[in-house]
RNA sequence: GCCCAGGUAGUAUAGUUCGGUCUAGUAUGUACGGCUGUCGCCCGUAGGACCCGGGUCCGAAUCCCGGCCUGGGCGCCA
């Protein structure tokens, strides 16, 4: 097939800009065929681009014979331009179609596409990421990954204007930062290296200086994991601000939540209508549990968990159900938390640490953050891990470091509870987890 | 790392219990033909599959063993 040139063709309009307004302007329209509907005498070609979709309108008898020539060889997800009248009518549901006079062909697809794009026969998860481009072409992935987006840009306009820098930290580290989590190595010029699983060092100690700082970025953890929430690269918000506690995060953090679902509610309602999912927008202040709480309410529930342990999974499965929003779980015991959180001056067993739990699922971890150096050589002691190792990053500890306080978000985690996904993959573009490594 | 479930056309599924007209059914997609108002268009025709290897048996998609692959759960966490 010959392929036209896009030559000096501009882009009017996008479909979704296309309204009963322009009737019988002519506009210029680019993207790809969703589908063809060919009734004999007249054919209905629908005109897909990353706002929406159009119908195209061609009566078989009334049209040009080149535009006629050229709708017969398009076929499901060419890429291609249509020059063409909008013409007003009842019989679309937008209340609008284009009559084409001049079609230009960029590309062909093949003719048995990978998955059904038309809905009728959805592909299971697995199909859909081996041919992952041609299944992001459709309206719930577009729909998905456009909250992310606004969820994203509400988040840093917001963090702007409260103060917070934003910062990129090395991704490449020379060794553990947390221990724990397992990390994955890289040869960095002979020396070995590791992928960091988290910005959380380097952000406090940022905020000797920036006092307010925060950073959206991947991170790698190469934990085995195998659930529905987990990846192996995984985009992660943090924030870390100096001259603040764990209560002045927490209510911080809670007005990004609120923020975020306010402005992807208002800016995002064809993508939420799309997706079916009616996004509840949370008031302030969200509902704080004490860790003690958590226990007694499981024990209502017939889940006892000794004081001290972790919360299983199972356990907070049983915490969705009574709490099936946001609320925040804080007071956890010192030893479950990480190094460098905040024990209680008043009940040093009990720590500044908090999670910030949707259902079942761990959406934000923070705290207090240990700011004397004494102490936190103490912790990493008591975690069993190697001042030593550590040099680097005590230093700063130094140099006058401040109270400070932070907390880490999962991006494709709040973009699961904002479009209502149940599984990460879905709202990961390409996503890594312990099977998957293409494409 | 541990546990469970499952691999049937491009996609999604029926059939596996209890082996036998299964010559493997259906939907959708694809190809071809027909149709002037579709919007999950419709009608007709065609082509298209039992994960791999071994075993039991007169006979295996079905039962057994091994392998590979996938999904999900746990642990860990964002």
Same mark, same amino acid.
């Given at each position: ?88 009518? $009842? ?29 009728? $026969? ?33 988040? /840093? ?13 090395? /991704? ?71 001259? *603040? ?90 030893? *479950? ?100 490594? $293409?494409?």
């Amino acid at each position: 097939m010959n392929l036209d040139s896009i030559g000096d063709w501009t882009r009017t309009h996008y479909t979704s800009q296309v309204t009963p307004e322009l009737d019988s302007q002519e506009v210029t329209l680019f993207g790809w065929v969703q589908d063809v509907r060919d009734l004999g005498g007249i054919r209905f070609i629908i005109l897909q681009d990353r706002e929406g979709t159009i119908q195209l309108t061609i009566p078989k008898k009334r049209v040009l014979p080149e535009v006629l020539t050229k709708s017969d060889l398009l076929q499901k997800r060419f890429s291609f331009g249509v020059k063409g009248n909008v013409k007003k009518t $009842t019989m679309t549901s937008r209340g609008i179609e284009v009559i084409p006079a001049a079609i230009k062909i960029f590309n062909v697809a093949t003719e048995q596409l990978p998955i059904d794009i038309t809905g009728k $026969t959805p592909a299971l998860i697995e199909a859909r990421l081996d041919a992952r481009p041609l299944d992001l072409t459709q309206e719930q992935s577009l729909a998905t990954f456009k909250v992310q987006h606004t969820a994203l840009e509400a988040i /840093r306009s917001f963090l702007f204007k409260k103060d917070f820098l934003e910062v990129h930290t090395p /991704r490449i580290i020379a060794s553990a930062t947390e221990g724990g989590a397992e990390l994955f190595s890289v040869d960095y010029f002979g020396q070995k290296a590791y992928l960091a699983q988290s910005p959380q060092l380097y952000k406090e100690e940022l905020t000797l200086s920036f006092e307010r700082v925060f950073e959206v970025g991947p991170f790698f953890r190469a934990e085995e994991s195998h659930t529905r929430r987990h990846l192996s690269e995984f985009t992660s918000i943090d924030i870390e601000a100096a001259f *603040a506690n764990a209560t002045d995060v927490m209510a911080l953090l809670e007005q990004v939540i609120n923020h975020v679902c306010t402005v992807v509610k208002e800016k995002c309602a064809n993508e939420l209508t799309l997706l079916k999912h009616n996004l509840e927008v949370p008031t302030i202040p969200f509902k704080r549990l004490t860790y003690d709480q958590v226990l007694e309410d499981l024990k209502q529930h017939d889940v006892t968990i000794p004081w001290g342990e972790d919360i299983p999974t199972e356990a907070f499965r049983v915490l969705g159900e009574i709490y099936p929003y946001f609320y925040f779980i804080t007071d956890w015991p010192t030893h *479950a938390k990480a190094f460098y959180i905040k024990p209680r001056e008043d009940k040093p067993e009990v720590s500044e640490g908090f999670d910030l739990m949707h259902s079942y699922i761990e959406l934000v971890s923070g705290g207090t953050r240990i700011s004397q150096k004494e102490q936190l050589i103490q912790r990493l002691q008591e975690k069993g891990l190697n001042p030593e190792s550590f040099k680097c990053h005590l230093q700063a500890y130094d140099y006058g470091m401040p109270p400070h306080a932070g907390w880490g978000m999962g991006l494709e985690r709040l973009t699961m509870i904002l479009t209502d996904n149940k599984n990460i993959r879905e709202v990961t573009l390409y996503p890594r987890d312990r099977v998957r490594l $293409t494409p």
